[in-house]
């Protein structure tokens, strides 16, 4: 179980972008996300009559590496690291907020 999922509120701890908030949009295999807003980059692109596509400049959301985000908390209105929690029986895991222990996914 990740401890980052698609679509989890992240604040910036690192970085050109620190203090941002932003959702994830994908979660990659090489330990980074994708953050809407966060570590935009300017894309030259050429225009394409044949597929409607107008050339110019782009702005382009660039992967971050997941040790630069935390999950937000909204209890706290701060970063806050998860961890899994495993119920007694051992069948089902949880996301938990370190610092309150409450339910992630809410």
Do not use: C, W, Y
Request: positive net charge; charged residues 35%; glycine residues 12%.
């Amino acid at each position: 179980m990740n401890k980052m999922r698609k679509g989890d509120e992240v604040i910036v701890v690192t970085g050109k972008d620190k203090g941002r908030r932003g959702t994830v949009l994908q979660v990659f295999d090489d330990e980074r996300v994708l953050v809407e807003g966060v570590n935009v980059a300017k894309k030259h692109t050429k225009p394409n009559p044949n597929m409607g596509v107008q050339g110019g400049i782009v702005d382009q959301d660039m992967p971050i590496d997941i040790s630069n985000v935390m999950v937000f908390n909204p209890k706290t209105k701060k970063g806050d690291r998860v961890g899994i929690k495993v119920s007694d029986d051992g069948k089902t895991k949880e996301r938990i907020f370190r610092s309150t222990g409450e339910a992630v996914d809410i």
